[in-house]
């Protein structure tokens, strides 16, 4: 047996606004460190040692990850960052209001953008090309399916090869690809997706075994 915690960052300021954030890159509130030491020390009571953790290149994850080690006091293990952790990039609604968008494009539209796993959002015109991001590689516009593609290969070359060999693991992410691993996990349907949430600062905590197979879920 093997175990795996995956959690969301803490509170950011784009959740405290409502705005649609993907790969913009914004820090944590108050609440959100908040958030993440309390999830440190929830995780410090359950006495776990990780091996390695994994992070995207967005400073909530990397805030949220570093407070969380510090908090178990494991701060000597591996930090893995990679941009296939990244949040979903919602395209031409990034820095947008979500109300204000229900209000431009209806409920129905927003909620299909925002929760379906199929639906594109509307693509940004140009990317601007950012040092982390080399050779065109941020994306227009993403939907879950799509930020599923390039998460599920990290998964299974760098992860799924670690938990094979008895190594726990940590990933802080992000509502949408935790939300993409957490479908492949538990092999959820396409359209049961939508009911899905994932809580800023709440650890999941799977419990797998030698295949990787799900022996016991429970949120921390």
Known sequence: ????????????TANRDNIFTGWSDVALTKQGITQARIAGHKLACEGIQFSQVHTSYLKRAIQTANIVLEEINQLYIPIQKSWHLNERHYGALRGMNKEQTKLEFGEWQVQQWRRSYTKVPPLL???????????????RGESLEMASKRLLPYWQ??????????????IVAHGSTLRALIKY????ADDDIMQVEVDNGSPIHYQLDDQLKILKKEFV
């Open 1 to 12: 047996m093997v175990d795996l915690y995956i959690m969301r960052h803490g509170q950011s």
């Open 125 to 139: 015109e140009h990317i601007t090309p950012k040092r982390q991001y080399p050779l065109g590689l941020e994306p």
């Open 157 to 170: 070359d760098i992860i799924a090869p670690q938990l094979r060999q008895g190594n726990n693991q940590l």
């Open 185 to 188: 996990l538990e092999q959820i």
